[in-house]
């Protein structure tokens, strides 16, 4: 497709179930960020991709929350034993390049509920 | 400190008025800034890149002051069209890093 597309739309989880959500990048867009934007917040920063290597993971919350990318293109972001404060909307951003000043293409994130 | 603050709002403002919206920044080796816009329950979406000299794209008029360390998003005649929450983006030199503020959120009443 042309634009970055993320899948489910929705998930909505019982506390203490793993989730896996996914993102496909737009084709040639080496560089690949996971957010989380919680209800009327900004976006927080989870990681970030340069091809299939992650430099910085620093923004994510626990060692619960972890992410991979495949092959440059597919990336999934995992969290283990949900919890509520997991809710929350997760985008995924790609770009061209390195990522440096660039424009950043999102997705239409997925949108996560733990009960 | 936020690395990258706005105010809320909302601001409620008429068709048709100017309204302006600020945006400071705490690390001055940051030299990549935009503006997003975000409509309710959507992705952001760029709404115009910040250059040194300041820019314009129609009604919408970019600006960056270094010296105080914040850019402004000046909204010229309005439209209802124009109701969603803008962030504003700061990005430092040769980093991949994006700051994102929270946003703040404009309502154009008819």
């Known amino acids: 497709g042309a634009g970055v597309s993320q899948s489910p739309s929705n998930k909505v989880t019982e506390k203490g179930k793993d989730v896996e959500l996914r993102c496909d990048p737009i084709s040639g867009h080496t560089a690949l960020y996971w957010y989380r934007q919680s209800l009327g917040q900004g976006l927080e920063f989870l990681i970030y991709f340069q091809g299939n290597s992650a430099p910085d993971k620093s923004g994510l919350p626990s060692d619960r929350f972890s992410a991979e990318r495949t092959g440059g293109s597919v990336s999934t972001l995992t969290i283990q034993r949900t919890q509520q404060e997991d809710s929350a909307v997760y985008l995924c951003?790609?770009?061209?390049?390195?990522?440096?000043?660039?424009?950043?293409?999102f997705g239409p994130g997925t949108r996560l509920t733990v009960l | 400190r936020k690395e990258v603050e706005q105010d809320p709002g909302p601001f409620n403002v008429p068709e048709g008025a100017t309204v302006a919206f600020n945006c400071t920044y705490s690390n001055s080796a940051s030299q990549s800034f935009f503006w997003y816009r975000q409509d309710c329950r959507k992705e952001p979406k760029l709404l115009m890149s910040v250059y040194s000299s300041g820019n314009e794209d129609g009604r919408f008029t970019a600006q960056l002051n270094r010296a105080s360390q914040y850019i402004s998003l000046l909204i010229r005649d309005s439209k209802l069209s124009d109701s969603a929450t803008y962030l504003c983006?700061?990005?430092?030199?040769?980093?991949?890093?994006?700051?994102f503020g929270t946003g703040t959120r404009l309502k154009v009443l008819a």
């Open positions: 983006v700061v990005s430092s030199s040769g980093t991949y890093k994006y700051i």
């Open positions: 951003a790609t770009l061209r390049g390195s990522g440096a000043g660039g424009e950043q293409f």
